[in-house]
């Protein structure tokens, strides 16, 4: 191990870098950086958020026995997760390090049997089926599910999005009510995640266009168990902003109003 604010050297070969050599801001291809961190067992001192990585491995480690059920991706089927983890690491993000996107699947599809990735998929969520207490995931998507349904809403997701990938399915199709629509038929994890794709689309700047959007979302049935929370994620969001009728549900009467 490195000292504090160097790269170790057994990781700074992955990635290219001299031994030892200090590096206190650069960037680099985190995936590739978690995947030999879990092979080794070794911790980098020079990720900003270390110690929330520590902490999910410690969580995971400590709440994955007895009736858990563990699983890992299969070999192919890995390989597709990893490519998707591009907004952080899942040691320190989680789910929230993924970006489920069929182009993403599609371009590392190309190398792969993309049949045998789909059938894998298929393999691992009648395994979890089959085990109705916990579910963790320990190796790759840092994940502790209360139960195994939780836990095949969010692989059915990754199926969706392997589908499209292998149907050529790249962008996607309808008008946003639409899109949302059949994201619902997948799940409660992938209507959160179209929920998301739209807000990107819209860019961080325009925000009349992701006002727009949460006033879509928030017209679905809060009363849904699979999109209730969505809903209701949406409908507070107008009432931070002003946004009637959103603003006047949660307004607060005057206390000095009489009745």
């Known amino acids: 191990m490195g000292a504090a604010g160097t790269y170790p050297s057994s990781l700074g070969r992955v990635v290219g870098f001299p031994d030892n050599e200090p590096r206190a801001d650069f960037k680099f291809p985190i995936s590739r950086v978690d995947r ?20 999910n491995l ?48 599609h371009w590392r599809l190309q190398s792969l049997p993309r049949f045998e990735v789909l059938k894998q998929s298929d393999a691992l969520m009648q395994q979890i089926a089959s085990h109705d207490g916990p579910v963790s995931s320990s190796e790759d998507l840092y994940r502790v599910w209360e139960n195994a349904n939780d836990c095949l809403d969010y692989l059915s997701a990754w199926r969706w999005e392997i589908v499209c990938a292998m149907a050529g399915q790249l ?25 998301q794709r739209l807000r990107r689309e819209c860019g961080q700047s325009d925000e009349s266009r992701i006002v727009e959007v949460d006033l879509l979302v928030a017209t679905f049935d809060e009363h849904d168990p699979l999109i209730r929370q969505s809903v209701l994620d949406a409908q507070q969001e107008l009432a931070s902003r002003g946004v009637a009728p959103y603003s006047e549900a949660n ?5 000095c109003t009489k009745s």
Not at 41 to 55: D, E, K, L, P, S
Not at 171 to 195: C, D, N, V
Not at 251 to 255: E, F, V
């Open 36 to 55: 030999e961190c879990a092979l080794r067992g070794v911790a980098i001192t020079v990720h900003t958020r270390n110690f929330q990585v520590a902490r």
């Open 58 to 105: 410690q969580a995971l480690q400590s709440t994955s026995d007895g009736d858990y059920t563990r699983f890992g991706s299969p070999e192919h089927l890995k390989e597709v997760v990893f490519a998707c983890e591009t907004f952080c690491v899942a040691g320190c993000c989680g789910l929230d390090a993924f970006d489920l996107d069929a182009r993403i699947i």
């Open 171 to 195: 962008e996607r199709i309808g008008s946003p009510k639409e899109r949302l629509i059949e994201a619902r038929t997948h799940g409660r994890y992938a209507f959160a995640q179209e929920i």
């Open 251 to 255: 307004a607060r009467p005057c206390p």
